[in-house]
Structures are given as C-alpha cells and as structure tokens.
C-alpha cells in the first residue's frame, strides 16, 4: 500500500476550562490513503469536529503526531502548516462561507493571492465539471443552496487537494439537494483525492468506502452491516 495521504499517531486534544482539563480526544491513530471517502459518525461532543480540525492542520495536538504526506507537522511549524493547508487541502463547511455580493467565479478564485490564466483556466473547468458554467458569473447571494455548496466544492478544488475535509456539508440542504452536492463529492475520491468527512446523517453512508465512529473521543472502524 502507499503511504498515506495523512497518518494519526496517539493523537490526543485537551482544552483548559472553568471545571479544569478537558480531554476531546483519546490516543487516536488513523491512516487516511488517497483515493479513501472516510465518514465518520457519532454522538455530539464525541470529538469528531476536533479531529477535523486537526487533519486540516487548523489546530495542533496536545500529544501526538500528524504527518501528511509524509511529512511530520509539529506544532510549532505553524507556517509549513499554512502552506500545506493552502496547497493540498480543500476545506467544505456546512455553512458556504461565500462572499455573497461576488460572482461565483470571483469566490471560486478568492483564494488565490496571485493570478495566473492558468489558475482561470482551471476555475472554468471545475465550474463546469460541477455544472456551474451557467451561473459562474452569477451573485452568490442569488444562488440555491445546493448551488452554494457546490460553489464551495468548486473552490476547495481549484488548488488540486490530496486531501478534502467536510463538516456537516449537507446539513443545510434538503435530502435531494443532498444527494447532488454528495454525488458531486463522490467523483472526487474517484480521482484519488481522500476525501474525510464528519456528519450526523447515517444516509450518507452508502456514499463512504469507509466508516469510521467516534466516541468518547476514540476513533473505531464501523462494523459493515
């Protein structure tokens, strides 16, 4: 097998509060390989935001170890996390976090802080892939929530990801939009981007090659049914 896209090593995540240390995750060592679509499930305040959050190297471990790609991120190589981030890792939330007043297009390529015609290029062909040429030069604001979601698809994969994180990313929409946007995000792990996702909706597991539960901040491979 490949090494994987990212690896987990005895990941642990305390936060300080009134009532003193709180302990969101427990020793938990995972492999993510490319081409993977990992849902993972399981009760509020289980941790599953936290792990997220630190596959997208948003957050840094209290104890532990995350490497991407091979790569060891320490918690002190903040910038080097930054760049991964920006370069390797694409990003879908179930709120959009669209700039409503700009074009889809303009929101597709907000994150990039130099231009090329390539980087345009690129845009255009995912816009269409996700069929949004129609409405590309569109208001966000004026958009379907389906088409949001699909916007963010779009710009969390204009800088070609390893790596897709997603929270919740159907939460706002109603099953059928759903059902697009989800179909939508099956494409990707066909193409050998590892795709990881959190939710409460067990009906978007037929979508997953691999289901994983968190409880108690513990990280478990589901039984297959």
Excluded at 179 to 196: E, N, W, Y
Aim: charged share 25%.
């Amino acid at each position: 097998m490949s090494e994987p896209v990212l690896c987990a090593e005895g990941l642990c995540k305390a936060y300080r509060s009134p009532g003193g240390l709180r302990t969101v995750l427990r020793d938990v060592d995972l492999e993510i390989q490319a081409g993977e679509f990992c849902v993972i499930t399981g009760p509020s305040g289980s941790g599953k935001t936290t792990l997220l959050n630190l596959a997208a190297l948003l957050d840094v471990p209290t104890r532990g170890r995350l490497v991407f790609e091979g790569e060891t991120i320490g918690p002190d190589d903040t910038r080097r996390a930054r760049e991964i981030r920006r370069d390797r890792i694409g990003m879908i939330f179930q709120q959009f976090h669209l700039l409503p007043q700009r074009s889809v297009l303009d929101n597709v390529l907000f994150r990039f802080r130099y231009l090329k015609d390539e980087d345009r290029d690129r845009a255009h062909a995912v816009l269409d892939e996700l069929g949004l040429s129609a409405v590309k030069h569109q208001k966000a604001r004026l958009l379907s929530g389906g088409e949001m979601q699909r916007v963010a698809i779009a710009r969390a994969l204009v800088h070609p990801p390893r790596l897709i994180v997603a929270d919740e990313p159907t939460g706002n929409l109603d099953a059928a939009t759903a059902a697009d946007v989800m179909r939508a995000m099956a494409q990707l792990h066909g193409r050998g981007i590892a795709v990881l996702l959190v939710t409460h909706n067990l009906a978007l597991l037929p979508y997953a090659t691999r289901h994983l539960v968190c409880e108690d901040g513990r990280i478990r491979e589901a039984v297959p049914a």
